[in-house]
């Protein structure tokens, strides 16, 4: 097979729920970068050739390493530390990251364990709470480089399910934020969680009647979606420093939510953490 | 025009989100039924009119009340007696039932007012909360006749978008349901309902493992959704009678769950209130 410690160029594929994103590397330099937005739940090795091939690699097959959403291998249960995990060889030329499992409450995480890895890398020693905003949000406890325990949140997902349902569509669709109506829904929500339903209805109602604008739809679902995920989250984040690794959109909304409770957050680059969390992942396949 | 009090046909148009029905009626009898599974949110005379067509009605053209999401009347507000609500005449043949609306909290109410009417009209004199399970779930305070007051939950809509989302649709597809499994998350959601989207993440992590059943998915979802329903509603069942309109979908989780508050519950024929509404309606028309 082709070595992946060597000069050669080498492939990172991240499958995440509804984006795949490939970067051709050598070394640690980015020579390509190529994404798709429309990824299967459970994506194959075509899905990942095609992704790969968009990256206009060389004739020689480059050594790729996947994370996400491969399902090529069970996951390791935590607690575990992210930047020891062992890729596992699938193919000749190939490498997946197995994700990580919790038994109690029940939770899979596959592929933000790579970006906990980059964190850690470029943040020796550092302990704390790692929020990972996205389709599921997961919000890791870390100690002494080690993931011990994890709450994931649907939350991404229902926010994209309920902007696209006929009631809810032509209330939700824009880009404005009213940063007022956000704050309101938020804390609504962290203390009365119980009435995001009706909160929905609202916008609805007010929608229908005109007396409702885009930003303070949108900000409202957001808020109540956020609020209620703060208050079931409130153990992992409350006394605590939090990391945030995500792009703007969807990490901004925790970031206000939490800077909102006086929590200590820290926004990092989320490409610069993946990029990070592949090359550790290649440093150790080289030295097994 | 035609005359609506006579003994020529007339048609009944309900015009529900995600469904529209209607009836060629003589009288209180119905000659014919017909129904479309695709409805607009905001649906024109031209969706009537072809709905309509499937009735076969005679080559006069037969009067015509329609009820539900016409836009076609500024609503009424609460409180109101749904059985006094006058039928506003839209085109030479055909009249429009205006909804219900209510200032704080903002709530508007299309179409289920109607069956409010025809259970009070075959209900004389009966006091208590009704709920009105749909895509729009009403819960409505009745005394003397008067909607004093009503709260709505997109809950109905939450339940489909969340069941269709990519990251769910696989476990939430299929007809089984765990009644166990339900009353479990039912109770977990009316004491910790800000845990709604952990307990999707749980579904979505437990069902990529495979250890979760379809049936026990469903429950959860419907048991999380309709926990929370509960909690924010207490004050509208709590210590009263509820009278359930709505088939058998959506309307058993909530029969269930009431029952396990203690509440006694009056289950009913939703078409029997949609035509003993329309029924009342039309006989105000012919009054005035």
Redesign the interface.
Known sequence: MTDISGAAPWCAVDLA??QARAWLLQGEAVLARASLDTVP?APDSGDVAALVARLGTPAVEAPTVISGLT?AAAPVPVPAKPGQITPVRIGPHTHALPGL?QSS????MRGEELRIAGFLALNPNWDGVICLPG???HWAQVSAEEVVSF?????G??A???T???????ALSGVDWDGDAFAEALDT??S???????G???I???A??G?LSGGAARARLFGG?TG??L??ARPYWLGQQVALIGPDIPARPYAEALARQGVPVTRTDADRMTLAGFNDARRRISAT
Chains 1, 2 share one sequence.
């Open positions: 729920p509804g739940d399902g499992c409450p029940p939770a899979l389709a599921v949000t709450q994931s949140f649907l939350t997902a229902m994209e399910a309920l696209t349902t006929p009631l809810l569509h032509a929500a962290m009365r969680p119980e009435r995001l339903a009706a929905l209805a609202g609805h109602a007010e229908t009647l007396t979606l209620a995920e208050a079931a």
